[in-house]
């Protein structure tokens, strides 16, 4: 069967029976960690100049969804663009399949979840579903999308969401194979606008095209049985060298790469390119009495690819500084964390952070880690002092949070807890947590409500 298709039958015939208690394990973790990070971002200007531009005053009020769960409704398709938006906005939500997935996929399977009235069980199967579609399709391209200038979140988002939003629908195979081919042709989101607010953008606008895409595939629209693999498909036009696999058999359903690939949990709101290198330096930190002011220089060793994904040395806001190994590392050493009270203007501009920043250097290297081929086998953080004495940091293969070394289930919470008292939300958080762990038998309109 021809790739499309084959995501199509895969949609279609995904049994909630079928699916091993560990992949709804981990489809659930995913799903509490982007309600946290949702609810801590929904009062960044992106999502709120969104929502106010989406739903001006003179509009109608309510709708089918909630936004962030709260009290606020909208039309299922704007809660997915506008809460999408809101979790990817301070760039702490899960990574996996190169990309950010939950961050897309579960705002548009809770709004279109809670319009259709559908169970949490629903729920988790949807996010698998769309969860394997993505995996399908970044394990047949041998290059790096970032490379090319592809945001891999928006570009393959949209895929996995319409293919999610069709399970949710229970759309036949021809249907579901519509929605993902319709998904590919809005798959979109570059590189060059990281650091600003058209990255959170990017997801948001995948939640709503997924969504949309289902939608109109249900309702008869039509497009291409191949337009994954057709030489002028999606494939092949966003491959980095056009070395991408359009021919083999999909693997799809013989095995779930969500047992495998998994989902790393995000420690620290900024891009996880510096992830590792932010344990090494607060591991450096705390075995170590020094002073920013006694440092001399900062060496990040790190890959090539991670390098040009970093592209702020010199970030002025807290937008900028997520994708700035120079701030990561700064604030390893001045604040002894990097946290959301760290990313922020204020604290970016303070005159001890932008002269530390000076003096990190950031050394690229292509020694590339086989089973992460962006990243290098590991990175490594060198502090040289004034007295010239030399601290020479860890070796980091793993971020803790990583699916290899998880976060417990307290750890979990911990971050959660801290997202919601962001929000203004921390009276929720042991109830809200509560809820989301026991979500498979809840529906969904009673696991999002504000109460």
């Known amino acids: 069967m021809a790739l499309t298709r084959a995501l199509g039958a895969f949609v279609a015939g995904l049994d909630r029976r079928t699916i091993p208690a560990e992949a709804f394990r981990i489809a659930r973790m995913g799903l509490i960690d982007c309600v946290g990070v949702m609810i ?20 109608p009020t309510g709708g089918e969804a909630t936004l962030y769960f709260s009290d606020l409704r909208a039309p299922a398709p704007e809660a997915a663009w506008i809460n999408g938006t809101a979790a990817h906005a301070l760039d702490f939500d899960d990574v996996s399949l190169r990309g950010h997935p939950s961050t897309v996929l579960v705002p548009a399977i809770m709004a279109e979840a809670e319009a259709l009235g559908s169970s949490g069980t629903d729920i988790l199967t949807a996010y698998v579903a769309g969860y394997e579609v993505w995996a399908e399709l970044i394990r047949r391209e041998r290059g790096m999308l970032h490379s090319k200038g592809w945001h891999p979140t928006g570009v393959l988002g949209a895929i996995g969401a319409a293919a999610a939003c069709a399970r949710l ?7 579901a194979t519509m929605a993902i081919a319709l998904g590919a042709s809005q798959s979109a989101g570059l590189m060059a606008n990281f650091g600003t607010m058209t990255k959170p953008f990017h997801a948001g606008r995948s939640a709503h095209s997924g969504l949309m895409a289902a939608r109109l595939a249900k309702a008869g629209f039509t497009a291409s049985p191949d337009a994954i693999e057709h030489p002028q498909g999606f494939l092949s036009a966003v491959s980095q060298h056009g070395e991408v696999d359009r021919e083999s058999a999909a693997t799809i359903g013989h095995q779930f790469r969500i047992l495998t690939e998994g989902l790393s949990i995000k420690k620290f709101p900024a891009c ?11 591991e450096l930190v705390r075995g170590n009495s020094f002073g920013a002011d006694e440092v001399a220089k900062v060496e990040v060793h ?18 900028e500084a997520k994708f700035s190994m120079q701030f990561a590392m700064a604030a390893s050493v001045i604040a002894r964390r990097v946290g959301l009270p760290e990313l922020t203007d204020a604290f970016v501009r303070r005159p001890d952070v932008q002269a530390l920043m000076t003096k990190v250097q950031v050394l690229p290297n292509q ?6 081929p962006s990243g290098s086998r590991f990175d490594k953080v060198v502090v040289t002092l004034k007295d010239d004495r030399v601290i020479d940091g860890p070796e980091i293969r793993r971020a803790r949070g990583h699916a290899t070394i998880p976060l417990s289930d307290g750890e979990l919470f911990e971050k959660f ?12 958080a042991e109830s809200l947590f509560d809820r989301l762990l026991t979500l498979d038998a809840i529906p969904a309109r009673q696991i999002a409500s504000a109460a």
């Open 40 to 59: 801590a971002g929904r009062d960044d200007d992106a999502p709120q100049i969104l929502r106010r531009t989406l739903l001006p005053p003179a509009a």
């Open 169 to 175: 629908h229970g759309l036949d195979a021809e249907r």
């Open 272 to 282: 996880y390119c510096t992830h590792r290198a932010i344990d090494g330096a607060l």
């Open 302 to 319: 790190i890959s090539d690819r991670f390098a040009t994904i970093l592209r702020n040395a010199k970030p002025q806001t807290g937008l």
């Open 367 to 372: 020694d590339y880690d086989p089973e992460s």
């Open 417 to 428: 807890r801290a997202c919601l008292e962001v929000g203004g939300e921390a009276a929720r």
